[in-house]
C-alpha cells in the first residue's frame, strides 16, 4: 500500500497542557511515522495563509487570536493511508462530539481547542507540508 504524507500541527492548548508527547505517542502506536517535527510560532502572515478559507469569516479573528497564544508543534506524519487514519485517531472537530478513544474524545474541549489541526486531503497535504517545511514530502 502506498505510503502518504500528512501535516497535524498540535495547537497552543495542548502545548501548553503538555499533550505533544501523548498526542504524538498515539500517533507512532498507530505506525505512523514522524518526519519532520518543529515548534513555532504562528505569524499573522502565516495564519492568515494556512486559514485563507476561513480569513474572510467573522469568526476568523478569534482562531487567529487562538492560534498565535502560544507555540504550535507541526509534525510531518507518513504511512499507509495517512491522512485518512490520521483524521479517524483524532475523531471529530469538535471534540464535545468526537467518541471516547479518539484523541480530540479524550484530550479536547470544544470546537476550537480540539488539540490538533490535520490536513484533510492529499492535495492540502502538500501545500501544508511545503508550507511548514518547505518541502511536500519531508525526508528523515
Partial sequence: MKKETTL????????????TGEVLRRFEKEDL?????RMLRLTPALLKEHYA???????FPEIEKFMASGPVVAVALQGPKAIERVRELLGPTDSTKAPKGTIRGD???????????????????????????GTEEPKV
Fill in 8 to 19: 497535524i500541527l498540535v495547537k497552543p492548548d495542548a502545548v501548553a497542557e503538555g499533550l
Fill in 107 to 133: 484530550l479536547g474541549k470544544d470546537k476550537m481547542h480540539n488539540v490538533v489541526h490535520a490536513s484533510d486531503s492529499p492535495e492540502n497535504a502538500k501545500a501544508e507540508l511545503k508550507r511548514f517545511f
Fill in 53 to 59: 478559507h476561513l480569513a474572510h469569516l467573522p469568526f
Fill in 33 to 37: 511515522r514522524i518526519l519532520n517535527c
